[in-house]
């Protein structure tokens, strides 16, 4: 079975992403990148329909994602935290597995890691610390289904009002908020994860100790 890799990201080829697949390959293990954005799916209803079968009955692209990390060798969760807390595509397909819960508990001992990118720069203090509200969540998810948290890893990256039409001069722009009222939208550096060897060097420890577990997991 695949290491499974989900990113909450909806941009395209984003920093999650790539910080992902850099997690993936350092596996060693066949892998599998699933990007939530290209699915549709609900919140979980807590209905319980899925107590005898651990299979959702909701009729939706993440019923059939949630057997896919039923049987997979480990998972890799990346998401963001756009206000301050884990993202809501990321949240929601994890309260969907609950399903794989009941009785079994599939995802115990699974290897698991954490990538989260967050645009909040860590020098200001005025702001929650979004990345780590974000680790936690998904952290605090992982921990109540007995799975095995080989580490977390946080991603710089980028404000969307960099990118924004107005967002030199709107009132409530993130640039001014994340970094001074008198900054102009023009100096501040588009984060990129290919110029933070430090994250790559982390992502890639990630991975790899991942593949090991699993292939310890698979001797015994």
């Not at 209803?45 to 990390?69: F, M, P, S, W």
């Not at 946080?154 to 001014?176: F, I, Q, R």
Request: aromatic share 6%; glycine share 10%.
């Amino acid at each position: 079975m695949p290491v499974i890799g989900i990113s909450g990201s909806p941009v395209p080829n984003s920093n999650t992403d790539r910080a992902l697949r850099i997690a993936l390959d350092a596996t060693g293990e066949e892998t599998e990148f699933i990007k939530l954005s290209d699915y549709s799916y609900q919140p979980c209803r807590a209905c319980l329909g899925c107590e005898e079968t651990n299979v959702c009955v909701l009729k939706d692209d993440a019923t059939a994602l949630a057997q896919k990390i039923r049987y997979a060798d480990a998972l890799i969760v990346a998401g963001y935290p756009p206000y301050g807390y884990l993202d809501g595509r990321t949240k929601s397909f994890l309260e969907r597995l609950w399903c794989l819960r009941h009785k079994h508990g599939f995802l115990r001992g699974k290897p698991a890691g954490i990538i989260i990118t967050s645009a909040h720069p860590p020098e200001n203090d005025v702001l929650s610390p979004s990345m780590e509200h974000a680790i936690s969540s998904v952290k605090h998810f992982m921990n109540i289904e007995g799975m095995d948290v080989v580490g977390a890893v946080g991603v710089v990256g980028n404000v969307p009002c960099l990118l924004c039409g107005p967002g030199e001069h709107c009132a409530l722009s993130g640039v001014k908020k994340f970094f001074g009222p008198d900054v102009v939208r023009a100096s501040i550096k588009i984060q990129k994860l290919e110029d933070q060897k430090d994250v790559i060097a982390a992502l890639v420890t990630m991975g790899t100790e991942i593949g090991k577990r699993v292939r310890n997991s698979k001797r015994k």
